[in-house]
């Protein structure tokens, strides 16, 4: 079982549409979690980072950990063709310095 | 302020032979991080610096490969003898090396093993 799992997808919505993106993880150590955005060719990007369980909110982006049932989600609101990307959670052991991602879910926005 | 920088972008080498990938981090940041992606997938842990040591090498695939980070800055990570199975992107991130702190990440080496 890989430690944090992910729906590869990949998940196809059209323009203005709400996308709901998900993760589990199995490793009670886990104590921060981030999203990241990868467009095709680059490098991923850091989207968002939070701590504890509940929401954090930046602009149409909604990060969402909930420590008790291990699931971690991501959602965008008024979706963009330029939202379209992988995208790639992942959770951070402070014990072992160790980042662990997720398989990364592709997104396609149509117009 | 300058990014994490890879190089090459791009290799394509034959099989058996050895490659050096290079990543320059950003400057000022104590942990650096090397990761696989092969095509489709997630990104695959590789090994983990912080300064010049690697407390976790745990990841590296097999005895074929290796890294070292010299002057807590620059870092090489080898493939000798490379094999088909080895094609991927190698990406490298850095970061200020405080257990909250998130990785920036370069835009990673394509490798070809023909």
């Known amino acids: 079982q890989k430690e944090v799992e992910q729906d590869p997808g990949p998940l196809s919505v059209p323009e203005g549409a709400i996308v709901s993106l998900n993760c589990t993880y199995s490793n009670s150590a886990f104590q921060y979690f981030m999203w990241y955005r990868q467009y095709s060719r680059k490098g991923p990007e850091l989207l968002m980072y939070?701590?504890?369980?509940g929401n954090k909110e930046d602009g149409r982006f909604t990060a969402q950990v909930d420590k008790s049932s291990k699931y971690i989600s991501l959602f965008i609101r008024d979706s963009q063709p330029s939202d379209s990307a992988t995208y790639l959670c992942?959770?951070?052991?402070?014990?072992?310095?160790?980042?662990?991602f997720g398989q990364g879910t592709t997104l396609q926005v149509k117009p | 302020g300058a990014g994490v920088s890879q190089s090459p972008s791009n290799k394509v080498t034959e099989k058996g032979k050895d490659v050096e990938l290079r990543c320059d981090p950003i400057?000022?940041?104590?942990?650096l991080y090397w990761y696989r992606q092969s095509l489709g997938q997630g990104l695959e842990f590789l090994i983990y610096?912080?300064?010049?040591?690697?407390?976790?090498k745990s990841g590296l695939p097999s005895d074929r490969f290796s890294a070292e980070r010299t002057g807590g800055s620059v870092s090489t990570l080898t493939i000798q003898r490379t094999q088909q199975e080895d094609s991927a992107v190698y990406l490298c991130?850095?970061?200020?090396?405080?257990?909250?702190?998130?990785?920036?990440f370069g835009n990673g080496t394509r490798l070809t093993v023909t």
């Open positions: 939070t701590y504890s369980s």
């Open positions: 610096f912080q300064g010049n040591s690697a407390p976790d």
């Open positions: 991130a850095s970061s200020l090396g405080t257990h909250n702190s998130p990785l920036h």
């Open positions: 400057s000022g940041h104590t942990a």
């Open positions: 992942a959770a951070f052991s402070g014990n072992t310095g160790k980042l662990i």
